[in-house]
């Protein structure tokens, strides 16, 4: 596989494509970052201060152009996720590779962000399908990382049935030190 940042892959299964962010991608996704019932879900840990909250096709276009300066800057890719049978984009997930002085260090992480529609475990299961895999190649990582809160039920759910097991490690903020909690981890055999 080549190097992520040079060339964004497209992944896709029958119900979901997964590709680069694009700015024309704003009215569908201010309605995810819009959706107050989805706003828990989101993984805002280390984000210096940011809940993701985006009310205005204004403010989401302006974490869009975040977002795709990231990627030309190698930080890390967010992928769109769009609902093939409805044409639309429901969700986002962020991966990188991590550098740490922790747990974590080297490690994968990825953040999904779903409308509060989609927050449910066969479609959780059905995306996890199609981005864990390559992820550990793409993100040069033998293990990965993402946050389940305790009232993820159905997202806690896909990822025991995926063998994510809950890792009572925190992740330390790079800004601040601060300790994040409830991350759920997969590791290559």
């Not at 019932?37 to 985006?54: E, H, K, M, R, V």
């Not at 977002?67 to 991966?95: C, H, P």
């Not at 040069?140 to 039920?153: L, Q």
């Amino acid at each position: 596989m080549s190097n992520v940042y040079e060339t964004c892959p497209v992944l896709e299964n029958e119900q979901f494509l997964l590709r680069l962010v694009e700015e024309n991608d704003v009215k569908d996704l201010v309605k995810v970052y819009s959706d107050k019932n989805a706003l828990p879900f989101f993984n805002s840990d280390n984000c210096a201060g940011d809940n993701f909250y985006y009310p205005t096709e204004e403010r989401m276009l302006e974490a869009i152009k975040y977002w795709l300066m990231e990627y030309s800057n190698k930080g890390f890719v967010r992928f769109t996720i769009v609902d093939k049978t409805k044409q639309e984009a429901v969700g986002t997930i962020e991966l990188f590779h991590r550098i740490s002085e922790d747990y974590y260090n080297n490690c994968g992480i990825l953040r999904l962000d779903l409308r509060s529609d989609y927050e449910n475990y066969e479609v959780i299961e059905n995306i996890l399908s199609v981005i864990i895999a390559p992820a550990y190649e793409m993100f040069d990582c033998s293990m990965i990382a993402t946050k389940a809160p305790i009232y993820a039920i159905e997202r806690i759910d896909a990822l025991k049935n995926r063998g994510f097991e809950k890792s009572e490690e925190p992740l330390v903020g790079g800004h601040d030190g601060k300790q994040y909690y409830d991350y759920w981890m997969e590791e290559i055999a």
